[in-house]
């Protein structure tokens, strides 16, 4: 991207940046939430964007400066001092194209939300939720790493460990712009504790990470969800397993049903699934629009695809390979801490090219 390109983008960013700047001013639209929500990201956005083109702008002006020192100037201390100038300036120009290069593309509205995170054993029976446990343990780390909360909504335990299904509220800044690259089937590659013979075993655990729905993106009525209380299962304590506080949702138009039973308060239950709920029904046509994107790109890096193999971890050889990117490393037990921010950045910067060259940015 030149820097003529560059330049003739931003007389159309300063103008928006003005009009958005004005306009979350105005009592008509601080009257009307949902859109004055919706300014208020975008005010945010293009202040991100208005200040890389500031630093930008600054460079190229420095940059001319130097050469008319240089064109100019007898002085042999003030030239080489220009042209140190020259050197230290030219180097920054590429770091602030390509800053603005990523700036510049359409962010996914969904990014900033918190997220539903659902861990499921799949194939590979005991092993497979052993497997979704250690995922389990693995996010948990790393969310608690970016300060974020998490919360269980809902969980089956496996029978000799783990979990054959765990449901996950991760609050926090840009939760789902950050987990939604961990959506897929995860593999893992090892011997199994129940395994005599010593046999490496392959077995898979699917994860779903789901934007979650604000007030503003969905309402759902009353006369369209079905409630049911019962008992909780499980651990919690005598008074979770005695009284009738888990709550079951059922959306009767979709068929969506959510349970909660975390919690001892029915209320508090009856809250989160209610979450939970919307959610997955937002998710529905949030679904069709990420397949219809992944649909023009080339590697889908963040489909969302629920079904695609994205990450094998063979304990054997301590490695870890994404396959959507062929990344390869060498550090399992790291990564299985929790460690997982250098992936996720790896895939960040693939989708960011990809989206580039999409939109020709």
Known sequence: MS???ILGKYEGYKIRFDQVSEQITDPQITSDMKRFVKLNKEY???????SAFG????TLQNIQEAKEILAEEKDEDMREMAKAELEEQQAKVEEYENAIKVLLIPKDPEDSKNAILEIRAGTGGDEASIFAGDLYKMYVRFCES?????????LSEGTVGGYKEIVLEVTGNDVYGILKYESGVHRVQRVPK????GRIHTSAATVAVLPEAEDLDIEVRNEDVRRDEFCSSGPGGQSVNTTYSAIRLTHIPTGIVVTCQDQKSKLKNLDKAMIELKTRIYN????????????????????????????TYNYPQGRVTDHRIGLTLYNLPTIMGGDIGGIIEKLQIAENVERMNADEI
């Open 3 to 5: 820097d003529n390109s």
């Open 44 to 50: 945010k956005d293009l202040q991100d964007i208005m």
């Open 55 to 58: 630093k930008y702008r600054t």
């Open 146 to 154: 970016k300060g974020w909360t998490v919360s269980t909504t809902n």
């Open 194 to 197: 129940t395994e005599t013979q």
């Open 284 to 311: 529905l046509e949030y679904q069709k629009r990420m397949e219809e994107t992944a649909a023009k790109r080339r590697t889908m890096v963040s489909s969302g695809d629920r079904s695609e193999k994205i990450r």
